[in-house]
Protein backbone atom coordinates (compact mmCIF):
# COMPACT_ATOMS: atom_id res chain seq x y z
CA UNK A 1 0.00 0.00 0.00
CA UNK A 2 1.52 3.51 -1.07
CA UNK A 3 1.68 6.70 1.30
CA UNK A 4 -0.94 8.23 -0.63
CA UNK A 5 -3.41 5.45 0.27
CA UNK A 6 -2.54 5.32 3.28
CA UNK A 7 -2.68 9.34 3.70
CA UNK A 8 -6.22 8.93 2.76
CA UNK A 9 -7.01 6.18 4.90
CA UNK A 10 -5.33 7.87 8.13
CA UNK A 11 -7.77 11.10 6.99
CA UNK A 12 -10.90 8.93 7.57
CA UNK A 13 -9.59 7.43 10.54
CA UNK A 14 -9.00 11.24 11.79
CA UNK A 15 -12.58 10.79 11.42
CA UNK A 16 -13.39 7.58 13.59
CA UNK A 17 -13.58 5.81 10.40
CA UNK A 18 -13.74 2.15 11.23
CA UNK A 19 -13.47 1.00 7.93
CA UNK A 20 -10.48 2.81 7.11
CA UNK A 21 -9.11 1.13 10.29
CA UNK A 22 -9.55 -1.90 9.54
CA UNK A 23 -8.49 -1.95 5.85
CA UNK A 24 -5.17 -0.29 6.89
CA UNK A 25 -4.71 -3.09 10.31
CA UNK A 26 -5.17 -5.55 7.34
CA UNK A 27 -2.81 -4.25 4.83
CA UNK A 28 0.00 -4.13 7.86
CA UNK A 29 -0.30 -6.41 10.49
CA UNK A 30 1.27 -8.98 9.20
CA UNK A 31 4.66 -6.94 9.07
CA UNK A 32 4.35 -5.32 11.98
CA UNK A 33 3.63 -8.86 13.77
CA UNK A 34 6.71 -10.60 12.38
CA UNK A 35 8.94 -7.80 13.34
CA UNK A 36 7.60 -7.50 16.81
CA UNK A 37 7.77 -11.64 17.01
CA UNK A 38 11.05 -11.38 16.00
CA UNK A 39 12.18 -9.24 18.58
CA UNK A 40 9.98 -10.48 21.74
CA UNK A 41 9.58 -14.36 20.92
CA UNK A 42 6.18 -14.81 22.23
CA UNK A 43 3.12 -14.91 20.12
CA UNK A 44 0.58 -13.83 22.83
CA UNK A 45 2.63 -10.61 23.53
CA UNK A 46 3.22 -9.71 20.00
CA UNK A 47 0.03 -9.46 19.25
CA UNK A 48 -0.50 -7.68 22.32
CA UNK A 49 2.31 -4.84 20.88
CA UNK A 50 0.95 -5.23 17.55
CA UNK A 51 -2.85 -4.10 19.12
CA UNK A 52 -1.36 -1.87 20.71
CA UNK A 53 0.69 -0.15 18.07
CA UNK A 54 -2.54 0.06 15.94
CA UNK A 55 -4.42 1.46 18.28
CA UNK A 56 -1.47 4.79 18.27
CA UNK A 57 -2.20 5.09 14.89
CA UNK A 58 -6.58 5.01 15.66
CA UNK A 59 -5.68 7.40 18.58
CA UNK A 60 -3.20 10.50 16.80
CA UNK A 61 -3.58 9.29 12.61
CA UNK A 62 -1.89 12.98 12.24
CA UNK A 63 1.54 11.91 13.33
CA UNK A 64 2.49 10.47 10.41
CA UNK A 65 3.64 12.94 8.50
CA UNK A 66 4.84 11.08 5.44
CA UNK A 67 8.36 11.67 5.82
CA UNK A 68 9.30 7.71 5.53
CA UNK A 69 7.60 4.90 4.31
CA UNK A 70 4.60 4.14 6.86
CA UNK A 71 5.37 0.61 7.57
CA UNK A 72 9.24 1.82 8.53
CA UNK A 73 7.17 4.47 10.66
CA UNK A 74 4.77 1.58 12.00
CA UNK A 75 7.71 -0.57 13.10
CA UNK A 76 9.41 2.77 14.85
CA UNK A 77 6.22 3.05 17.28
CA UNK A 78 6.35 -1.16 17.36
CA UNK A 79 9.63 -1.02 18.29
CA UNK A 80 9.29 0.93 21.35
CA UNK A 81 6.67 -0.82 22.63
CA UNK A 82 8.69 -4.21 22.22
CA UNK A 83 11.50 -2.46 24.38
CA UNK A 84 9.17 -1.49 26.92
CA UNK A 85 7.41 -5.19 27.42
CA UNK A 86 11.01 -5.98 26.51
CA UNK A 87 12.50 -4.57 29.93
CA UNK A 88 9.37 -5.62 31.89
CA UNK A 89 10.46 -8.95 31.13
CA UNK A 90 11.80 -11.44 33.88
CA UNK A 91 15.68 -11.58 33.79
CA UNK A 92 15.29 -15.95 32.90
CA UNK A 93 12.95 -14.93 29.94
CA UNK A 94 16.04 -12.86 28.62
CA UNK A 95 17.87 -14.65 25.26
CA UNK A 96 21.42 -16.16 25.41
CA UNK A 97 23.29 -13.73 23.79
CA UNK A 98 25.25 -17.52 22.38
CA UNK A 99 28.72 -16.18 22.98
CA UNK A 100 29.43 -19.90 22.44
CA UNK A 101 29.36 -19.28 18.26
CA UNK A 102 32.47 -17.79 16.92
CA UNK A 103 32.47 -14.92 15.19
CA UNK A 104 35.48 -14.91 13.83
CA UNK A 105 36.25 -17.95 11.52
CA UNK A 106 38.96 -18.62 8.79
CA UNK A 107 38.41 -17.36 5.53
CA UNK A 108 35.25 -18.06 3.65
CA UNK A 109 35.33 -19.62 0.21
CA UNK A 110 33.65 -19.44 -2.73
CA UNK A 111 32.68 -23.25 -2.59
CA UNK A 112 31.85 -22.71 1.18
CA UNK A 113 29.06 -20.80 0.51
CA UNK A 114 27.42 -21.96 -2.52
CA UNK A 115 27.86 -24.99 -0.57
CA UNK A 116 25.78 -23.72 2.31
CA UNK A 117 23.54 -21.65 0.65
CA UNK A 118 22.48 -24.92 -0.95
CA UNK A 119 21.60 -26.57 2.19
CA UNK A 120 20.82 -24.32 4.97
CA UNK A 121 17.26 -24.89 5.37
CA UNK A 122 14.30 -22.32 6.96
CA UNK A 123 14.46 -23.82 10.23
CA UNK A 124 18.26 -23.77 10.59
CA UNK A 125 17.97 -20.57 9.40
CA UNK A 126 15.15 -19.68 11.87
CA UNK A 127 17.28 -21.10 14.93
CA UNK A 128 20.57 -19.57 14.08
CA UNK A 129 18.76 -16.21 14.04
CA UNK A 130 16.80 -17.09 17.19
CA UNK A 131 21.03 -17.01 18.78
CA UNK A 132 21.98 -13.75 17.55
CA UNK A 133 21.88 -10.92 20.13
CA UNK A 134 18.39 -8.89 19.95
CA UNK A 135 20.55 -5.80 18.04
CA UNK A 136 22.11 -8.37 15.47
CA UNK A 137 18.63 -10.15 15.32
CA UNK A 138 16.50 -6.98 14.44
CA UNK A 139 19.21 -5.39 12.29
CA UNK A 140 18.76 -8.89 10.24
CA UNK A 141 15.66 -8.60 9.78
CA UNK A 142 14.59 -4.90 8.74
CA UNK A 143 17.44 -5.64 5.63
CA UNK A 144 16.03 -8.94 4.75
CA UNK A 145 12.33 -9.42 5.84
CA UNK A 146 11.58 -5.79 6.03
CA UNK A 147 13.66 -4.69 2.74
CA UNK A 148 14.79 -1.00 4.40
CA UNK A 149 17.49 0.46 3.24
CA UNK A 150 20.81 1.41 5.28
CA UNK A 151 19.21 4.96 6.21
CA UNK A 152 16.35 3.57 6.68
CA UNK A 153 17.72 0.61 9.47
CA UNK A 154 19.39 3.55 11.34
CA UNK A 155 16.59 5.76 11.59
CA UNK A 156 14.56 2.91 13.09
CA UNK A 157 17.22 1.43 15.52
CA UNK A 158 18.49 4.86 16.30
CA UNK A 159 22.01 4.72 15.46
CA UNK A 160 24.77 6.12 13.05
CA UNK A 161 24.80 4.50 9.70
CA UNK A 162 28.42 2.63 10.50
CA UNK A 163 26.89 1.10 13.77
CA UNK A 164 24.37 -0.76 11.11
CA UNK A 165 27.04 -1.57 9.14
CA UNK A 166 29.28 -3.43 12.32
CA UNK A 167 26.04 -4.78 13.30
CA UNK A 168 25.32 -6.44 10.13
CA UNK A 169 29.02 -8.01 9.92
CA UNK A 170 28.90 -9.49 13.11
CA UNK A 171 25.48 -10.98 12.88
CA UNK A 172 26.14 -12.00 9.45
CA UNK A 173 29.32 -14.16 10.73
CA UNK A 174 27.47 -15.53 13.58
CA UNK A 175 24.86 -16.59 11.63
CA UNK A 176 27.06 -17.77 8.88
CA UNK A 177 29.11 -20.09 11.54
CA UNK A 178 26.31 -21.36 13.11
CA UNK A 179 24.52 -22.21 10.21
CA UNK A 180 28.39 -24.22 9.48
CA UNK A 181 27.72 -26.27 12.72
CA UNK A 182 24.18 -27.24 11.88
CA UNK A 183 24.98 -28.60 8.35
CA UNK A 184 28.27 -30.03 9.74
CA UNK A 185 25.92 -31.94 12.37
CA UNK A 186 23.49 -33.23 10.17
CA UNK A 187 26.73 -34.70 8.44
CA UNK A 188 25.43 -32.78 5.08
CA UNK A 189 28.40 -30.56 4.56
CA UNK A 190 32.26 -32.14 5.15
CA UNK A 191 33.97 -29.78 8.08
CA UNK A 192 35.63 -27.20 7.04
CA UNK A 193 34.35 -26.66 3.63
CA UNK A 194 32.64 -23.75 4.27
CA UNK A 195 35.43 -22.20 6.49
CA UNK B 1 39.39 -1.07 0.74
CA UNK B 2 37.49 -2.45 -1.89
CA UNK B 3 36.32 -5.92 0.23
CA UNK B 4 35.42 -3.56 2.94
CA UNK B 5 32.92 -1.84 0.54
CA UNK B 6 32.12 -5.07 -0.68
CA UNK B 7 30.96 -6.60 2.24
CA UNK B 8 29.48 -3.02 3.73
CA UNK B 9 27.21 -3.22 0.68
CA UNK B 10 26.09 -7.08 -0.20
CA UNK B 11 22.71 -6.90 2.28
CA UNK B 12 22.11 -4.02 0.43
CA UNK B 13 22.67 -5.19 -3.02
CA UNK B 14 20.52 -8.18 -2.08
CA UNK B 15 17.89 -6.82 -0.86
CA UNK B 16 17.56 -4.10 -3.67
CA UNK B 17 17.98 -0.60 -1.38
CA UNK B 18 21.70 0.35 -3.25
CA UNK B 19 21.44 3.61 -4.81
CA UNK B 20 21.87 3.35 -8.54
CA UNK B 21 25.80 4.73 -7.89
CA UNK B 22 26.62 1.93 -4.89
CA UNK B 23 24.87 -0.27 -7.59
CA UNK B 24 26.94 0.37 -10.29
CA UNK B 25 30.29 0.44 -8.10
CA UNK B 26 28.84 -3.69 -6.66
CA UNK B 27 28.08 -4.73 -10.20
CA UNK B 28 31.68 -3.88 -11.62
CA UNK B 29 33.12 -5.36 -8.50
CA UNK B 30 31.76 -8.30 -8.81
CA UNK B 31 32.86 -8.44 -12.79
CA UNK B 32 36.29 -8.37 -11.41
CA UNK B 33 35.91 -10.50 -8.87
CA UNK B 34 33.46 -13.49 -9.92
CA UNK B 35 34.26 -15.80 -6.96
CA UNK B 36 32.52 -13.20 -4.97
CA UNK B 37 29.14 -14.02 -6.61
CA UNK B 38 28.93 -17.22 -4.56
CA UNK B 39 28.39 -14.76 -1.13
CA UNK B 40 25.61 -12.54 -2.52
CA UNK B 41 24.18 -16.21 -3.77
CA UNK B 42 24.43 -17.37 -0.16
CA UNK B 43 22.70 -13.66 1.32
CA UNK B 44 20.02 -14.44 -1.46
CA UNK B 45 19.54 -17.67 -0.08
CA UNK B 46 19.34 -16.60 3.37
CA UNK B 47 16.86 -13.96 2.33
CA UNK B 48 14.75 -16.39 0.94
CA UNK B 49 14.56 -18.43 4.31
CA UNK B 50 14.20 -15.15 6.17
CA UNK B 51 11.14 -14.67 4.34
CA UNK B 52 10.06 -18.68 4.63
CA UNK B 53 10.01 -18.19 8.04
CA UNK B 54 7.37 -15.26 8.21
CA UNK B 55 4.55 -16.19 10.70
CA UNK B 56 1.96 -17.93 9.25
CA UNK B 57 -0.99 -15.61 10.40
CA UNK B 58 -3.90 -13.81 9.55
CA UNK B 59 -3.81 -10.14 8.04
CA UNK B 60 -6.70 -10.04 10.89
CA UNK B 61 -4.68 -11.34 13.57
CA UNK B 62 -6.00 -9.38 17.07
CA UNK B 63 -8.07 -7.20 14.96
CA UNK B 64 -11.43 -8.17 17.01
CA UNK B 65 -9.45 -6.59 20.03
CA UNK B 66 -7.93 -3.81 18.22
CA UNK B 67 -11.65 -3.24 17.52
CA UNK B 68 -13.23 -3.54 20.91
CA UNK B 69 -9.96 -0.93 21.96
CA UNK B 70 -11.41 1.74 20.07
CA UNK B 71 -14.88 1.46 20.48
CA UNK B 72 -14.22 1.36 24.36
CA UNK B 73 -12.56 4.89 23.41
CA UNK B 74 -14.96 6.77 22.56
CA UNK B 75 -17.10 8.40 24.91
CA UNK B 76 -20.15 6.54 26.73
CA UNK B 77 -23.39 7.72 26.79
CA UNK B 78 -22.98 9.40 30.41
CA UNK B 79 -19.19 11.37 28.95
CA UNK B 80 -21.55 12.16 26.38
CA UNK B 81 -24.37 14.31 28.22
CA UNK B 82 -21.76 15.30 30.75
CA UNK B 83 -20.20 17.05 27.59
CA UNK B 84 -23.32 18.35 26.90
CA UNK B 85 -23.70 20.05 30.37
CA UNK B 86 -19.70 21.03 30.28
CA UNK B 87 -20.20 23.03 26.73
CA UNK B 88 -23.26 24.43 28.49
CA UNK B 89 -21.26 26.07 31.45
CA UNK B 90 -22.53 23.39 33.74
CA UNK B 91 -20.26 22.06 36.96
CA UNK B 92 -20.43 18.41 37.37
CA UNK B 93 -22.66 18.43 40.10
CA UNK B 94 -25.26 20.70 38.51
CA UNK B 95 -24.92 17.92 35.48
CA UNK B 96 -26.01 15.31 37.14
CA UNK B 97 -28.34 16.98 39.28
CA UNK B 98 -29.90 17.74 35.85
CA UNK B 99 -29.62 14.34 34.24
CA UNK B 100 -31.34 12.93 37.85
CA UNK B 101 -34.35 16.13 36.28
CA UNK B 102 -34.39 14.41 32.88
CA UNK B 103 -34.68 10.84 34.43
CA UNK B 104 -37.40 11.39 36.69
CA UNK B 105 -39.47 13.09 33.89
CA UNK B 106 -38.71 10.37 31.34
CA UNK B 107 -40.17 8.11 34.07
CA UNK B 108 -43.26 9.81 34.51
CA UNK B 109 -43.24 10.13 30.55
CA UNK B 110 -42.73 6.42 30.14
CA UNK B 111 -45.13 5.55 32.78
CA UNK B 112 -47.79 7.88 30.99
CA UNK B 113 -47.50 6.28 28.33
CA UNK B 114 -47.29 2.81 29.49
CA UNK B 115 -50.49 3.54 31.14
CA UNK B 116 -51.99 4.38 27.67
CA UNK B 117 -50.85 1.46 26.01
CA UNK B 118 -52.83 -1.04 28.67
CA UNK B 119 -56.16 0.58 28.32
CA UNK B 120 -55.97 -0.21 24.42
CA UNK B 121 -54.71 -3.96 25.57
CA UNK B 122 -57.76 -5.31 23.83
CA UNK B 123 -56.57 -4.02 20.25
CA UNK B 124 -53.05 -4.85 21.31
CA UNK B 125 -53.80 -8.42 21.82
CA UNK B 126 -55.36 -8.52 18.47
CA UNK B 127 -52.53 -7.41 16.84
CA UNK B 128 -50.17 -9.59 15.66
CA UNK B 129 -46.48 -8.63 16.57
CA UNK B 130 -43.71 -10.61 15.68
CA UNK B 131 -41.13 -9.67 17.63
CA UNK B 132 -42.93 -9.76 20.59
CA UNK B 133 -43.86 -13.72 20.57
CA UNK B 134 -41.25 -16.12 22.00
CA UNK B 135 -38.32 -18.22 22.33
CA UNK B 136 -36.36 -15.22 23.01
CA UNK B 137 -33.28 -14.74 25.06
CA UNK B 138 -32.97 -12.65 28.60
CA UNK B 139 -29.64 -10.86 28.63
CA UNK B 140 -28.16 -9.22 31.30
CA UNK B 141 -25.00 -6.96 30.65
CA UNK B 142 -21.83 -6.08 32.64
CA UNK B 143 -22.79 -2.72 34.41
CA UNK B 144 -19.97 -1.04 32.06
CA UNK B 145 -21.11 -2.21 29.23
CA UNK B 146 -21.03 0.61 26.44
CA UNK B 147 -24.35 1.49 24.20
CA UNK B 148 -22.12 1.24 21.02
CA UNK B 149 -21.37 -2.53 22.17
CA UNK B 150 -24.25 -3.95 22.94
CA UNK B 151 -25.94 -2.97 19.73
CA UNK B 152 -23.05 -4.26 17.65
CA UNK B 153 -22.84 -7.28 19.86
CA UNK B 154 -26.83 -7.57 18.40
CA UNK B 155 -26.16 -6.96 15.33
CA UNK B 156 -23.42 -9.58 15.05
CA UNK B 157 -25.84 -12.43 16.17
CA UNK B 158 -28.78 -10.69 14.03
CA UNK B 159 -30.91 -10.19 16.90
CA UNK B 160 -33.64 -8.14 17.12
CA UNK B 161 -34.70 -6.13 21.11
CA UNK B 162 -38.25 -7.27 21.85
CA UNK B 163 -38.58 -5.67 25.36
CA UNK B 164 -36.01 -3.85 28.22
CA UNK B 165 -33.91 -3.01 29.96
CA UNK B 166 -36.43 -3.73 32.93
CA UNK B 167 -35.41 -2.74 36.57
CA UNK B 168 -33.68 -5.74 36.76
CA UNK B 169 -31.23 -5.04 33.72
CA UNK B 170 -33.18 -7.73 31.63
CA UNK B 171 -32.97 -7.17 28.15
CA UNK B 172 -35.44 -9.29 25.87
CA UNK B 173 -33.85 -10.31 22.28
CA UNK B 174 -35.25 -12.22 19.99
CA UNK B 175 -32.93 -13.88 17.80
CA UNK B 176 -33.66 -16.29 14.20
CA UNK B 177 -35.61 -19.15 15.12
CA UNK B 178 -33.84 -22.54 16.20
CA UNK B 179 -30.76 -20.74 16.68
CA UNK B 180 -31.76 -19.87 20.33
CA UNK B 181 -29.05 -21.77 22.18
CA UNK B 182 -26.16 -21.74 19.55
CA UNK B 183 -26.20 -17.82 19.74
CA UNK B 184 -26.98 -17.94 23.58
CA UNK B 185 -23.61 -20.12 23.69
CA UNK B 186 -22.15 -17.10 21.58
CA UNK B 187 -23.45 -14.42 23.54
CA UNK B 188 -22.05 -16.10 26.67
CA UNK B 189 -18.47 -15.71 25.45
CA UNK B 190 -18.45 -12.35 24.89
CA UNK B 191 -17.50 -10.43 28.35
CA UNK B 192 -19.68 -7.88 28.15
CA UNK B 193 -22.54 -10.42 28.79
CA UNK B 194 -22.89 -11.18 32.46
CA UNK B 195 -25.57 -13.93 32.06
CA UNK B 196 -28.14 -15.90 29.41
CA UNK B 197 -31.28 -17.21 29.56
CA UNK B 198 -33.69 -18.66 27.37
CA UNK B 199 -37.12 -16.55 28.02
CA UNK B 200 -41.10 -17.87 26.64
CA UNK B 201 -42.49 -14.30 26.08
CA UNK B 202 -41.79 -10.84 27.58
CA UNK B 203 -42.63 -10.77 30.95
CA UNK B 204 -45.94 -9.53 31.61
CA UNK B 205 -46.24 -5.83 32.01
CA UNK B 206 -46.01 -4.29 35.84
Sequence with gaps: MDNDRVSKLLERIGRQDEAAFRELYKAFSRRVFAYVLNMVNDHGRAEEILVDTMYEVWKAPARFRGDAQFSTWLIGIARNKALMAYRSRRPDELHDDLDDIAETAPADTPDGFAELAAKQRSAGVQACMGKLSDEHRECMHLVFFEGLSLAEVAAVQGCPENTVKTRLFHARQKIKNCLKLLVQRDGELPVGAAS | ?206
Design chain 2, 1 to 206: MNERRFDDMVAFYVNGTLSSEDRAWFESYLSAHPEAASEVEWYRSLQRRIHDNAPAVPATIGLAKAMTLIRGDRPTFAERVSAFFGFLGMRPAMALAGLAIIAVQAGVILQMYNATEDSAGEIRALKASVSKEGPMLKINFAPDAKEADIRHLLMSVQGTLAGGPGQLGDYFVVVPAGKEAAVADQLKSNPIVQAVALAPGLPPRE
